[in-house]
């Protein structure tokens, strides 16, 4: 009996081969490919979360991401997760049952920032635009008087359109009115300017595996003591544990106290993919992602492709091609895989099979990669 | 003034050195070391999260969970943060408003399980016991039907007593009374006995950087179709959007549906480190710990070391040294720390100071890392 009981069922213990990835170019709206210097940090020996040496290189990031930021907000910790994760964390902090949160709807991302507020039980109100439009400040200062929201949520660069919101004058605007100003940074920071404090942005989140050339499973937030203040004002729990931040202050903040266990080596990968932003420095870096992007808006031009968004507006880091007539969309990404490993994305929601979205983030942003995909491009466009 | 707005500010430009870490042995309650060849998998070139050929590794991944869990369940899937994250991925997903939710309290996780429960509007029952005991069936079958609650919560491997609950017969009981059955095996998959199905447990989480050797980061999560009935018949949205399993399921499951972006290379490791379960074999590795844990304790009582918990409830994976009077627990872990770079911790809320929690798991789990570690104690103690 005892033995019956204890007698281990096989069914499920497959023993399939060892680890082999095709090599790709992720040429996508995320993940792009790894920086070398990355994977190597990825590595290395772990130790434990709450060793001095773990400590030091957290801090160390830290600091690297204020740099990136450019803000000086004391709480700027790596969240646990996915970016979708950090996004969260801020609307689950921020929001209280009934406050009212206004949200920059023109994209996927838009809409996700509505859900998530709703579940924490904001009275959300949207701000509408076209997918590939961005918010004119008037229309954001009509939409803050309406509504008087105690959050304003926006995407500065919207991944599922290409469109680049322009930040002049808006965060004025939110200290005005005296509501938060919280921005999606998924998609700009590392590749794009972005200037937390001089904007006025309260609290931002972001992705490791888009222009930092970091692995997905952990993602940059930051608050501003307005953010935090609100936070503390709070009259209930925050109603989601791990990402309660007055928690995860206590871990990342002085006093070191165990919260969750940190996921060690995705921190020494951020913290390299930081370090490479250091070094190369923000203005080279902002440089060479348009410069890129130029050289592939110009090649598309060649090939007959327009962008889905204005000039004027369209993000470096991510284009939204448009795909011509006759062109099946899904077809071009199948050539593209198949022959050349190339992986770009078609579009999301109400742009699926109209755009296709091209990526040059981070270590992906050069030359040699654009001239490559336009190639392929032009060669998939007249093969399928 | 244009050039002003967008002068890049090098306050926090540091550029700290290389990254190196210190080899450490870790030997308290994880992270645990990686494997070399989970190491390995983990710097694998990467994909995209909907490459097919990422979504066959996770597909492998999901199938090696069920043998490791020994459960069928369809719904077995990795979750992109920390053990915490999927522990309140359960919580989130299966309790509503108003739920009783009785939860074993014996130890630092039963609090967090209540915690974290109460956030999600549960009316939390506490069933208690002093820290490093267990839960006998007959308390078990009292407080079941005194409180006759939806949801039964328990630790089967408490981390922080070094306590491990018997499982015989808790499972029917909560059939007979239809409440849903909830383990927490963070500290047992992979190292001790589990038999999900066969105690007829509805839903269970894990880390992986415990028994499994994998770095922290990913989690794995697993329903049966009794607790996603429950989360079928929700009123109201998941209040937490990252860990919706509703959402999650269109990922994982066959419509392949965009919800985040899965930590690649995390999948990476984690699917390597269950491979290694599987190459072993289940039984000859829950062997293993427990005769590295018999070599353990033999080599503590030489010492004159006392174990926390009693024989029969002893956890193989982490055991709780009850610290010798007159011997100063923090000292001896700095001077382990210091002189032999292996990573003992002390004990958490009230054994802070009372015990040492020394973990044997997964690949760790080698004799000569006891023979070590006692050596070490030993002189530690004497030099103290």
């Not at 001095?52 to 709480?75: C, G, H």
């Not at 992705?207 to 209930?236: D, F, H, V, W």
Request: aromatic fraction near 8%; hydrophobic fraction near 40%; charged fraction near 25%.
């Amino acid at each position: 009996m005892e033995q019956r009981r204890n007698k281990v069922d096989e069914t499920h213990r497959g023993l399939p081969s060892q680890l082999t990835m095709p090599c790709r170019l992720l040429l996508g709206p995320g993940p792009s490919n790894v920086h070398p210097r990355v994977r190597a940090a990825l590595g290395m020996n772990e130790v434990g979360h709450l060793d001095p040496s773990f400590l030091k290189i957290v801090a160390e990031s830290q600091e690297l991401l204020r740099y990136a930021w450019q803000t000086d907000n004391r709480f700027t910790i790596p969240v646990s997760g996915s970016g979708s994760a950090a996004m969260e964390a801020c609307l689950a902090n921020c929001v209280e049952q009934g406050d009212v949160v206004l949200i920059g709807v023109n994209g996927y991302f838009g809409e996700r920032l509505c859900d998530m507020a709703a579940r924490y039980g904001a009275d959300v109100r949207r701000l509408e635009k076209s997918w590939g439009e961005v918010f004119s400040l008037e229309e954001m200062a009509a939409g803050i008087q309406t509504h008087r929201p105690a959050i304003l949520g926006l995407v500065h660069a919207e991944t599922s359109t290409g469109a680049l919101q322009p930040m002049e004058g808006i965060g004025k605007l939110c200290r005005e009115f005296d509501c938060l100003f919280l921005l999606d940074t998924v998609t700009s920071l590392g590749g794009i300017p972005v200037f937390l404090d001089r904007w006025h942005v309260d609290l931002a989140y972001s992705g490791s595996q888009k222009c930092l050339s970091c692995p997905p499973g952990i993602a940059p937030l930051t608050m501003n003591e307005r953010a935090l203040a609100k936070i503390g004002r709070r009259k209930t729990k925050v109603p989601n544990w791990y990402l309660d931040m007055s928690l995860l202050d206590k871990y990342w903040g002085n006093e070191r106290t165990y919260h969750h266990t940190a996921p060690i080596n995705m921190n020494y990968a951020l913290r390299e993919a930081l370090l490479l932003v250091a070094e190369e420095g923000l203005g080279e870096r902002w440089e060479r992602h348009q410069e890129n992007a130029r050289i592939l808006w110009e090649g598309l031009a060649e090939l007959g492709i327009e962008c889905l968004v204005d000039r004027d507006y369209r993000l470096a880091s991510l284009t939204t091609a448009v795909v011509p007539d006759k062109v099946d969309a899904k077809s071009v990404c199948s050539y593209l895989m198949e022959n050349y490993s190339i992986e770009i994305a078609g579009g999301l929601g109400q742009l699926a099979g109209k755009v296709w979205r091209i990526g040059l983030m981070g270590f992906n942003s050069r030359r040699e990669n654009v001239l490559l995909l336009l190639s392929a491009l032009d060669k998939a466009i007249a093969d399928t």
